[in-house]
C-alpha cells in the first residue's frame, strides 16, 4: 500500500474509527523506539535520544526550520518513526528547555561566524 492510497483509506474513516487507528498508532511506536537521555559529559548534558549523540533540540531545530519527519529520517537512517515520537514527545513536554538550547547553539554559530573566526 502507497502513502497516497492510506491516505484516502484514513480520510475515509469515521471518527471513531480515526481516534482507533491514533491509539493502535500511538501505542506500536510507544512500544518501541529508544527513550530520551541525559548523560553528563556527553553533549553538554543535553536531552539526546538514547545510545546517540543526537541531541532532541537539534531535530527541534531541523522541524522548525520546516523538515518533515521523512526528510530527518532520511538524514539519520538509523533513526525510526519511534524515535521521533519520542523526541517529538520529549520536545513537547520541555519547551523551555529545548528552545534555550537552540537560543544556545544558534549564538554559538553566530560566533563562530564572525569574520575573525573564519580562516
Not at 491509539?23 to 539526546?48: E, F, H, W, Y
Not at 513536554?93 to 554559530?109: G, K, M, N, W
Request: proline share 7%; with cysteine.
Amino acid at each position: 500500500m502507497t502513502i497516497p492510497e492510506l491516505e484516502a483509506q484514513l480520510k475515509a474513516l469515521t471518527p471513531a474509527e480515526k481516534a482507533e487507528a491514533i491509539r493502535i498508532l500511538t501505542q506500536s511506536l510507544k512500544n518501541s523506539g529508544r527513550s530520551i537521555t541525559k548523560t553528563p559529559g556527553v553533549m553538554g548534558g543535553d536531552a539526546c535520544i538514547d545510545n546517540t549523540r543526537i541531541p532532541v533540540w537539534l531535530l527541534a531545530s531541523y522541524r522548525n526550520d520546516g523538515a518533515t519527519d521523512a526528510f530527518i529520517l532520511d538524514c539519520y537512517p538509523h533513526l525510526g518513526a519511534a524515535d521521533l515520537v519520542n523526541v517529538w514527545a520529549y520536545a513537547e513536554a520541555y519547551p523551555d528547555e529545548i528552545e534555550e538550547a537552540i537560543r544556545l547553539q544558534d549564538e554559538a554559530d553566530e560566533i563562530l561566524d564572525t569574520p575573525e573566526n573564519i580562516p
